[in-house]
């Protein structure tokens, strides 16, 4: 596999402080054919980046209904985005919202099934809703991935979330600190450090990486290109079209997101919707573009 390169990179001293190339038509991660994201064409000035780092100060200055109003924004740009749905859920908490908290911790765990911090958080929701049966409920779903985990990766997690829920069960719902579920560097030095181990192979660490720059910085469309592109390469491809998707929310014209996409296609034999991601291509790169050509030779290669 070619190694990925990343071409034009403009550095700041966190990835939540530079423009996003969405927004602006800077760029921060380059496009070579081989890497994703990166020289994409703006589409919009909305920047749910920066809206979604608002919205993480304002919660942790205790301001909810501010917190609120900024992940409510970013939601209509990317509902898909797990850790977004999360502090959205963290928000109605703080304003005593349960039955509303409920709804997004929810949609937090139906966009990333390992997602755990949101399963305790969602049954503590229901517990102080009165829905007691729907945070049992909970329990059980997380006692069926620990038993399937066993000493995975993520048991330490899955069992702090299970000791959580169980206490709002014994009836302690106090109030609770709702924590960052990553402990990450600054989110371009994990989206930097993530390229190396894509080129090594390290396909599920850089997918890890990834995640937690998506959950420090919000949903831009490069970190959640790479994650779809590591899935892909896992061979996860509906969970890779999860996240090409993710991205294509915030940034429909995202070139690698748009390739990759078409790219996913060939590997799956749907050689129409393939060929409809190169028309969406030629349409997006107006005098032509590496990622439109690369996505033409497969095509062209997985023809008979």
């Known amino acids: 596999m070619a190694k990925l390169k990343l071409t034009?990179?403009?550095?700041?001293?966190?990835?939540?402080?530079?423009?996003?190339?969405?927004?602006?038509?800077?760029?921060?991660?380059?496009?070579?054919?081989?890497?994703?994201?990166?020289?994409?064409?703006a589409t919009s000035n909305y920047d749910p980046v920066k809206d979604y780092k608002a919205g993480i100060e304002f919660l942790q200055a205790s301001e909810y209904?501010?917190?609120?109003?900024?992940?409510?924004?970013?939601?209509?740009?990317?509902?898909?985005?797990?850790?977004t749905n999360y502090y959205m859920g963290v928000a109605k908490t703080g304003q005593a919202k349960h039955k509303s908290a409920a709804r997004y911790f929810k949609s937090a765990v139906r966009y990333d099934?390992?997602?755990?911090?949101?399963?305790?958080?969602?049954?503590?929701?229901?517990?102080?809703?009165?829905?007691?049966?729907k945070a049992q409920k909970v329990q059980e779903d997380l006692n069926?991935?620990?038993?399937?985990?066993?000493?995975?990766?993520?048991?330490?997690?899955?069992?702090?979330?299970?000791?959580a829920i169980q206490t709002a069960l014994n009836g302690d719902v106090q109030k609770t600190s709702f924590l960052m579920p990553f402990e990450a560097e600054t989110a371009e030095t994990q989206y930097f450090a993530s390229v190396s181990?894509?080129?090594?192979?390290?396909?599920?660490?850089?997918?890890?990486?990834?995640?937690?720059?998506?959950?420090?910085a919000g949903p831009h469309p490069d970190i959640t290109t790479y994650m779809g592109?590591?899935?892909?390469?896992?061979?996860?491809?509906?969970?890779?079209?999860?996240?090409?998707?993710?991205a294509l929310d915030v940034d429909p014209n995202h070139k690698g997101a748009n390739e990759y996409l078409g790219e996913l296609y060939v590997e799956t034999g749907d050689m129409e919707k393939?060929?409809?991601?190169?028309?969406?291509?030629?349409?997006?790169?107006?005098?032509?573009?590496?990622?439109?050509?690369?996505?033409r030779g497969w095509i062209f290669d997985a023809l008979p």
């Open 65 to 83: 209904k501010a917190a609120d109003k900024k992940f409510a924004q970013v939601l209509k740009a990317s509902r898909r985005h797990a850790p």
């Open 113 to 133: 099934e390992s997602y755990y911090e949101a399963y305790s958080a969602l049954a503590k929701a229901y517990v102080k809703s009165g829905k007691v049966e």
């Open 197 to 216: 181990l894509i080129n090594n192979g390290q396909y599920q660490q850089a997918f890890n990486d990834l995640k937690a720059a998506s959950a420090v």
């Open 274 to 295: 393939a060929k409809h991601q190169l028309a969406k291509l030629e349409e997006i790169c107006t005098f032509g573009c590496i990622e439109e050509n690369e996505l």
């Open 8 to 41: 034009t990179l403009i550095l700041a001293s966190t990835l939540l402080s530079i423009t996003p190339v969405y927004a602006a038509g800077s760029s921060f991660g380059g496009s070579s054919g081989n890497a994703a994201g990166g020289d994409t064409i």
């Open 144 to 163: 069926e991935r620990a038993a399937s985990c066993g000493d995975c990766t993520d048991s330490i997690r899955i069992k702090t979330a299970q000791a």
């Open 229 to 246: 592109y590591t899935q892909r390469k896992l061979g996860n491809y509906d969970v890779a079209k999860s996240y090409y998707a993710l």
